[in-house]
């Protein structure tokens, strides 16, 4: 069983920058899987903002965070990375990272069933 542990959230003032962590612990054999960052407001579905391909890097992101944020990878520590730039209050969420078998898939990487290893979550709160 894959075991993934997020960090590195917090709070932010709007136009300000925050990286989040998600370290994988036992079972993740780096190169094997997909790391997918989802975020949850309040009153609002659990959405999918970026996939990470461990094996080659290659990464997807939601159309709101292009260009603002950015995936990078530690393979020594096990450990995704989500740079988050130019935050803004509408990003505020609990943040979660994920884990799936394999490298991510073109269509369907955004969603939840796309999943089988989750994390706790990081608050991530932006002040306007």
């Known amino acids: 069983e894959v075991q993934l542990v997020e960090s590195g959230g917090g709070l932010v003032q709007a136009g300000g920058s925050l990286r989040l962590s998600c370290a994988a612990a036992?079972?993740?054999?780096?190169?094997?899987?997909?790391i997918g960052w989802f975020r949850q407001a309040p009153g609002k579905e659990r959405e999918g903002i970026s996939c990470f391909s461990s094996n080659d890097g290659t990464a997807y992101y939601q159309d709101s965070v292009k260009g603002r944020f950015t995936t990078s990878s530690d393979n020594a520590k096990k450990t995704i990375y989500l740079q988050m730039n130019s935050l803004k209050p509408e990003d505020a969420a609990i943040y979660y990272c994920?884990?799936?078998?394999?490298?991510?898939?073109?269509?369907?990487?955004?969603?939840?069933?796309?999943?089988?290893?989750w994390g706790q979550g990081t608050q991530v709160t932006v002040s306007s």
């Open positions: 994920a884990a799936e078998i394999g490298p991510c898939t073109d269509d369907t990487w955004h969603t939840t069933d796309d999943y089988e290893y």
């Open positions: 036992s079972g993740f054999v780096f190169g094997d899987y997909a």
